[in-house]
């Protein structure tokens, strides 16, 4: 072979050497590009996920505040009621009908998630429970509740109204 073919294919192993290099360094580039853009699109899905959750938390919560002041209004209703059913009446269909009312009233509380907070017997909680007298009692257990003034509602673990109790020691 002639000293110029030698030097040609030199340089055309030069030149294929220079391409490739380039090529990988293209590639290295496209490669890094693409790392970063699926790190970018895994963190904005976990911030849509985060962002979805704190949107269904938030109306949960709003739900449950707008409940919680529709079923305070009603509350008073429902006292009354019950006070109508402890009067002594003659006309028993007149009590039937209180109860069936007050029925339903309990009826449509249960269907929204509202608990009566359970008291008499119980002991006292001052997240749900109000204490507006104690007597000494020896009876009864340290801070048991003994009686019972006005019924105390919650939807899950968010207290509606208070229940006001007579608590014992």
Do not use: C, W
Request: hydrophobic share 35%; proline share 1%.
């Amino acid at each position: 072979m002639s000293e110029e073919k030698k030097e040609e294919l030199n340089e055309n192993k030069e030149e294929k050497r220079e391409t490739e290099a380039k090529e990988n360094d293209e590639l290295g580039a496209m490669k890094q590009e693409l790392e970063e853009t699926n790190d970018r699109l895994k963190r904005i899905m976990a911030e849509f996920e985060n962002y979805k959750k704190r949107s269904n938390k938030e109306r949960e919560m709003l739900y449950n505040s707008l409940l919680a002041d529709i079923v305070s209004s009603f509350l008073p209703v429902i006292d009354n009621l019950e006070k109508a059913l402890s009067v002594e009446t003659k006309d028993e269909n007149y009590k039937q009908g209180i109860e069936l009312v007050l029925k339903q009233f309990n009826d449509v509380l249960a269907k929204f998630g509202v608990e009566e907070i359970k008291t008499v017997g119980e002991t006292f909680d001052p997240e749900v429970h109000e204490a507006v007298s104690s007597i000494q009692d020896e009876t009864k257990g340290e801070k048991e509740i003994v009686q019972e003034f006005r019924k105390g509602y919650k939807i899950g673990t968010k207290v509606v109204r208070h229940s006001m109790v007579v608590v014992a020691n």
